[in-house]
C-alpha cells in the first residue's frame, strides 16, 4: 500500500478516536488517488474502511480469541481446575490456592489515576496495554484483573466496557453482558435478605410470640427441633438450650423477635438496570401487606454490600461469614440486626457459591485477564477481587507481573486498594502505574470544562505547554499520594493524536522531577502491547526497587481521626467537619463494636476535595461529612462526602438506541 | 443383608416420603438385631441409613452425573453445537436445527394430570421416571423437556423442584439455582424495557419537541442521522424520510412523542425472589423524576412476558419479532405502544441471545435432559420451550420420544399445550399421559380438604374404594379433554404406599373403561426407571395409534367465543359472564387488531370450575371473566378469571431456614 495512506492510517490511529466521520475516512483515500502514481487496491481499500471505520466491537471481533481451554492450559491450569462456560469464559476454582500454597506470588501493580475528566483518562486500556506488552512483547509472564462492568450503563448512557481500540479483553460482548452471572447472583442475593427483612417484619407484627414460635419451630412428623441456624441464634442470645419444649416464655419472646425498627433499614433492593423511577419508592401498598408500607429505594446491583463483599472476601468460608454480618437494621434497642439473625446466611451463600470464582478471559493478544467483582468506587471501594489477585499472582510465579486496577482518581480507588483490599488480602503491591493525560492536566492547569457529549474546546486539540505546565499539580499531588504509601511510583501518559511532542516531554519530565521512578508516554490504544513497552520496561524495573509499603493509618485511631487522617494526608484538606448525623452514627458505631474497621470514602472523582469544578490541587477546605454509614459484612465505615447517586438514569437516547442482534449472524452490533 | 431388612427397606421405599424420622430408620436396624440370627454389618447398616434418611438432593449427590460433554456425544451433538457451562450443563446451539432438518421427528408425549390436590401429583417424577425407563431400560432414545423452575420458590415455601426420589435431574442444586442465567436474562431484559418506559415519559413531559428531537436524532460530528431502529419508526408512521433535517414540526412532534398514557402500562418490573412487599409500589418519588410518581407492582421473573416469549419462540429471528411486538401501554389515543416503538428490541435481543439455547442436563440414570422456559401457567401457558421440543424430537431420531410436560391440570396445561403451543410449533402430538394419584381422585370423591404442611386424614391413609370411585369422574372428565384433541390417553397412576392394590386395580379398571388407551401404576419414585417400565411400553404402544389432533378452536372466532369454547367443551361451564371491563378489553383488542390471537385462561388449577373448592366434576355453573389482558409479543389473550396473584411471599419460616453451603466440601444442604 502506498506510503502515503500508511502514515494517514498511522496518524489516524495514533489519536485513539472512537467513531471516525464518512470525511476523515474518504480524504486518505482520495489523497491516494489524486497523490499517487496508482490508485488502491480493492482489498487495500477494504483494509483501510475497517482501520477507520472499526469501533471497539468491530476490533474485538476481527480478533478470534482462542478457546479458553487453550488458554487455560496455556498458563497452568488442570482441567479440573476451571469450569467453562461457553468458548471463551471459564470459571477458575478456588482449590487452585492450595494446589500453589507454596509457589511464591508474582510482582503485584496497582494501575492508577490522576484526577480525571469526566471522559476518563484511560486506565483500563493502560492495564490491559500493559500485560499485552509484559506476556505477548516482553516475553513475562502476566495477568490482568479487572473489574466487571455493570450491565446498567451499557444500554444507558456510558455504553461498554472492556479497554478499548487494541487494548482490550475480547470477546467484548461477553464481557459487558451477563458474563458468568456473578452480577445477577449478587443480585439474587441482594433482594432474597430484602425480602426477608420486610417479610419478618410483617409477620412479627402480626403474629403473637406462641404463634410466631410454633411456625419457626414446627413440629415435623412428631418432632420438633431447631435447625442450625437457629441454634445458633439460640447462642448468641445466651440461650443455651436446644430442646425447643424447656424455652421460658421470655426466652420464646426474645428468639422469635428481631423487633426491627423500620426507620433504620438501610438495605435495599437491586437491579442491574439504569432504573431511575425506582429511586425512591413506597413498598407494601398491596392488602396483603396490612398497612405495613414503608418509604425504599433500589440501587444498582453493583452497588450492593454484597458485590463489595465478593471483592474483599479471601475464601467461601470467610464470604459466608462476611455475608453472616451483613447489619441491615437496627432493632428497637439500637443494637445492629444482622443477615444472620434473619437466618438467612447459608441461602446468601449459596446463592454466590459460583460467583466467588474468577472468571478466566482474554486480551485482544491473548494474555490471560481475571475478571471479577466491580463495586461501586464511592459508596464501596471500587477495586476487582482479591481472590482473582491472588489466584493470579500464584500462577504468574515469581518473576511474572500481575497488574490490577482502581477505580477514579489515585485519592479515592488506590488510597481504598491500598488501605482496604491490601489490609484484607495481606498483600504488598510493587509498584503503581498512574495514568495521566495531557487533557486532563490541561483541564487542571486552568483549561475549560470538559463534558461528556460536548466537543473538546480548542485548548485541548491545540499545543498549549502553560496549560500543560500549570495542570501538572495535580499529577505531582497524586505522585506524592502513592508515595505515602512507600510504594514507587511510574507515571504513564496515554497519548492522543492532538498531543504534541513538547506537550509529551513536558509531562514526563515534570512527572520524573516529582518523584516519579519513571514517566513514559503510551500508545497502546492504536498500537496494542507493542504501544507500551516502554511501560512495561519501567514498570519490569521499578518492581525491583525494594517496596517500603505501609498503611495509611492505623485501625486502633477513632473513626473520626481516621477520616481526619485521609482528609488531610490525601485530599489536603484542612479539616474535616462532621454533621450532626454523621457525629451520631460514628458513636453509635463505635459502641456497637464497629470502630476498628477502615475508612471507605464516598467522594466525588472529580476533584481531590468535595467540590467538583475545584481542579488542580486545592488547599484551604474544610471537608464536610454529611452521614455516615457502615458495611460490616464487606468490612469498612464509608463516610459521605456530598450525596452519592447509588441509581443511574436513563437519558432521552439511550445507548440502546444503537445496540442490536443480527438474528443471521448472532452478532451484537452498537456495543461501543 | 437379611430378608427382614431389605423388605422393609422396599415397603419404605415405596411410600415416597422424602424425608424420615429418627424413629423411622432405626426401628428396621432395631428389628435386625432381634429377630435376626446375627446382626447387620457395619457396611449394610451404613447404606441402610443412606436410604432411610436421603432427601432428594442426598439421592442426587449419591450419583455422579456424567460430564455434559460425553452425555452430549452420545446424543449425536457435535463439538461446536454446545456451549459448556461447567461439568453438568450446556447449552445446545439452534444451528442443529438447520443440520438435522431432513431428520423426521420422533414421538411427541405430553405429561398431564388429573385436577390435583395443593400437593401436586408428580407430573414431573412421571416425565423423568418415564424417559428413564424408555431409555435405560426399554433401549428406546428418549429426551425429557422440563420448565426451568423460579429461584423464587425454592427459598420460599416450596422447596426445590426437579422430580424427586428417583426419578430426578441432577445435579439437582444447579436445576434450582442460576442454571445457565436465563431467568436472570429474562429479569434483565424485562426491566431495561420497564425502565425505558418510565424515563421516556419523564422525558417526555419535561422537554419541547425540539429539545427531544435534538437529543434523540443529535448531530454526531458533523452529520446527523437517524439510527435504524429510529428508521423503522418513521416507517411505521407513514413518514418516507430519511434526513432528519426535512421533517416537518408535525413531523418531528409524532416522531419524538410516544405519548404514553401512563394509566394503561400493564408491563410491570420483575425479580426472582418472593418479595410481597413489592405487589403494590409507588415508584418515581425521588426528586430527580420531577413528581411523576404512579403505582407500580414487581412480579415474579417467570411471569415476565419475556418469559412466555422464550416457550414460544421458534428461531432467534423470531424471538426478536416477538420482543419488538411487545405492548406495554396505549397511546392518549388508545393505540398500542410496543416495544419497538420505544427503539429497544434490539437491546432485549442481545439480553436474550444466549438465553434462546436450550440448557441440556440429564436424569438420574444418565438419560438426556433439556430445561427450557418457565412461564406461569395462569396468566402464560405454563410449557417448556418450543425450540427444545423441535431440537430434542431430531435428536431422538424417528422411533424415539420426546415427553414434555404441562403445568397445572389437563384442563389447564394440557389445553393450552395443544391450542397454544402445537399451534406456534406446528408440532403434532403422540400421546397424552394423564398422572393421577389415589390421594387426588379420594379429594374429588368427596375425601376432606387437602392443604400443604397439614397431616393427611385418615380417609388417605386408609383404603377407601368408594371415595376413589366417587372421584374417578375428574379421571374420566381429564381423559375426555383430551380426546377433544383426538390424542390417545394413557394413565399414569403414580402410586404412594398407603395405596391398597385394590384401590390401584380400581383406578386403573375405571380409566380404561373411561376411554384411555391404557392405565398403569407407577413406582418411579422408589425405582426410578425400573418403577414406570409398563408405562413405556403402553406409551409406545398408543403412540403407534393413528393421532387424529385437531385444535378445540379456530382462530378466526371472536375472541368472547373463544374463551366460551374453552369454557363450556374444556371446563364444563354452562355459560361465561364478561365484566364491563372484560367486554370493553376484548372490544379494545378487537379494534387494535388482535382479535385472532388464540386464548390463554388464567384460572385456578385446583378446580375445573373457577371456585378452587369444587371438586370432583362442577357443572352448571357461570365462569365470570372479570377481566381481560393480552401478551402481544407472547401471542395470546389472556382472560382473567379471579384474581391471579403474580408474586409470591415469604411464610414466617421460608425454605432459607434449612438451606445451607458447607464451605469446605462446597456442598449445598436442605435443598428439597
Redesign the interface.
Known amino acids: 500500500m502506498c506510503f502515503l495512506l500508511k502514515c494517514m492510517c498511522y496518524m489516524h490511529f495514533l489519536g485513539g478516536r472512537r467513531?471516525k466521520?464518512?470525511t476523515e475516512t474518504f480524504i486518505p483515500i482520495c489523497c491516494c488517488f489524486v497523490f499517487c502514481r496508482r490508485p488502491p487496491k480493492l482489498r487495500q481499500i477494504s483494509w483501510l474502511l475497517f482501520v477507520f471505520f472499526s469501533s471497539d466491537i468491530e476490533i474485538s471481533r476481527a480478533q478470534s480469541p482462542k478457546a479458553v481451554d487453550v488458554l487455560a492450559k496455556e498458563i497452568g491450569l488442570l482441567t479440573d481446575e476451571i469450569?467453562?462456560?461457553?468458548?471463551t469464559k471459564a470459571?477458575v476454582r478456588l482449590s487452585l490456592l492450595e494446589r500453589l500454597k507454596d509457589q511464591p506470588d508474582g510482582k503485584y501493580v496497582l494501575v492508577a489515576g490522576i484526577t480525571p475528566t469526566p471522559l476518563g483518562e484511560g486506565k483500563s486500556t493502560v492495564t490491559i496495554g500493559l500485560v499485552q506488552a509484559l506476556t505477548a512483547h516482553l516475553k513475562i509472564n502476566s495477568f490482568a484483573c479487572l473489574r466487571q462492568p455493570s450491565?446498567g450503563p451499557t444500554?444507558g448512557v456510558k455504553g461498554g466496557a472492556a479497554g478499548g481500540g487494541y487494548a482490550q479483553v475480547i470477546p467484548m460482548?461477553e464481557f459487558n453482558?451477563?458474563l458468568t452471572?456473578d452480577i445477577?447472583?449478587i443480585?439474587?442475593a441482594n433482594?432474597?435478605l430484602?425480602?426477608?427483612i420486610?417479610?419478618r417484619i410483617?409477620?412479627e407484627n402480626t403474629?403473637s410470640d406462641k404463634a410466631?414460635y410454633n411456625?419457626?419451630v414446627?413440629v415435623?412428623?412428631?418432632?420438633r427441633g431447631f435447625?442450625?441456624?437457629?441454634l445458633a441464634r439460640l447462642r448468641r442470645l445466651g440461650i443455651n438450650k436446644t430442646d425447643p419444649e424447656t424455652l421460658t416464655e421470655e426466652e420464646i419472646s426474645r428468639f422469635v423477635r428481631l423487633d426491627i425498627d423500620p426507620s433504620t433499614i438501610t438495605w435495599q433492593?437491586v437491579?442491574?438496570?439504569?432504573?431511575?423511577?425506582?429511586?425512591?419508592?413506597?413498598?407494601?401498598?398491596?392488602n396483603?401487606?396490612k398497612g405495613?408500607v414503608r418509604?425504599a429505594?433500589f440501587d444498582i446491583a453493583v452497588a450492593s454490600e454484597i458485590m463489595a463483599i465478593l471483592a474483599l472476601t479471601t475464601?467461601?468460608?470467610d464470604?459466608?461469614e462476611r455475608l453472616g454480618k451483613i447489619v441491615v437494621a437496627n432493632d428497637k434497642k439500637g443494637e445492629p440486626v444482622t443477615a444472620e439473625d434473619l437466618?438467612?446466611?447459608?441461602?446468601l451463600?449459596?446463592?454466590m457459591?459460583?460467583a466467588i470464582k474468577p472468571t478466566l478471559m482474554q486480551t485482544l493478544e491473548g494474555t490471560p485477564v481475571f475478571v471479577h467483582a466491580g463495586p461501586f468506587a464511592n459508596i464501596a471501594h471500587g477495586n476487582s477481587s482479591i481472590l482473582a489477585d491472588k489466584i493470579a499472582l500464584k500462577l504468574v510465579g515469581e518473576k511474572g507481573f500481575v497488574v490490577t486496577e482502581a477505580g477514579f482518581g489515585a485519592d479515592i480507588g488506590m488510597e481504598k486498594f491500598f488501605n482496604i483490599k491490601c489490609r484484607a488480602s495481606g498483600l504488598v503491591p510493587s509498584v503503581v502505574v498512574l495514568v495521566a493525560t495531557v487533557r486532563a492536566l490541561k483541564m487542571h492547569g486552568g483549561g475549560p470544562s470538559v463534558s461528556a457529549?460536548a466537543p473538546l474546546k480548542k485548548e485541548y486539540t491545540e499545543e498549549n505547554l502553560q496549560l500543560v505546565a500549570d495542570g501538572c499539580c495535580n499529577l505531582q499531588k497524586q505522585i506524592q499520594i502513592a508515595q505515602l504509601f512507600g510504594v514507587p511510583v511510574v507515571v504513564a501518559l496515554n497519548v492522543f493524536k492532538t498531543d504534541s511532542p513538547a506537550e509529551v516531554d513536558l509531562v514526563c519530565k515534570i512527572a520524573k522531577q516529582s518523584g516519579a521512578f519513571d514517566a513514559v508516554p503510551c500508545n497502546h490504544w492504536s498500537d496494542g502491547g507493542r504501544g507500551a513497552v516502554k511501560l512495561a520496561q519501567a514498570v519490569e524495573k521499578a518492581a525491583n526497587q525494594k517496596s517500603s509499603f505501609k498503611y495509611l493509618y492505623s485501625l486502633e485511631l477513632p473513626i473520626a481521626e481516621k477520616i481526619k487522617t485521609i482528609a488531610q494526608k490525601v485530599y489536603g484538606a484542612q479539616d474535616i467537619e462532621l454533621s450532626p448525623a454523621a457525629q451520631s452514627q460514628i458513636d453509635r458505631y463505635t459502641r456497637q463494636g464497629f470502630g476498628k474497621l477502615p475508612i471507605c470514602m464516598a467522594k466525588t472523582h472529580l476533584s481531590l476535595s468535595h467540590q467538583p469544578e475545584k481542579k488542580g490541587v486545592p488547599t484551604g477546605f474544610i471537608l464536610p461529612i454529611s452521614d455516615v454509614r457502615a458495611s460490616i459484612g464487606a468490612g469498612f465505615i464509608y463516610p459521605l462526602v456530598g450525596t452519592m447517586s447509588t441509581m443511574p438514569?436513563?437519558?432521552?437516547?439511550?445507548c440502546?438506541?444503537?445496540?442490536?442482534?443480527d438474528?443471521?449472524t448472532?452478532e451484537?452490533?452498537?456495543?461501543f
Chains 1, 2 share one sequence.
Request: glycine content about 10%; charged content about 25%.
Open positions: 467513531r466521520t464518512q469450569e467453562i462456560y461457553g468458548q470459571k450491565q444500554f460482548e453482558l451477563h452471572g445477577h447472583a443480585t439474587a433482594n432474597l430484602a425480602a426477608a420486610d417479610a410483617l409477620h403474629q410466631l411456625r419457626l414446627p415435623v412428623k412428631g418432632v435447625s442450625s441456624i437457629q433492593r437491579v442491574d438496570t439504569n432504573d431511575r423511577f425506582l429511586r425512591k419508592i413506597t413498598i407494601g401498598q398491596a396483603t401487606e405495613f418509604q429505594q475464601s467461601l468460608e464470604m459466608k437466618g438467612v446466611t447459608g441461602a451463600a449459596v446463592l457459591k459460583d457529549g438514569g436513563l437519558p432521552t437516547r439511550p440502546f438506541y444503537d445496540i442490536d442482534l438474528p443471521v448472532e451484537v452490533k452498537g456495543l
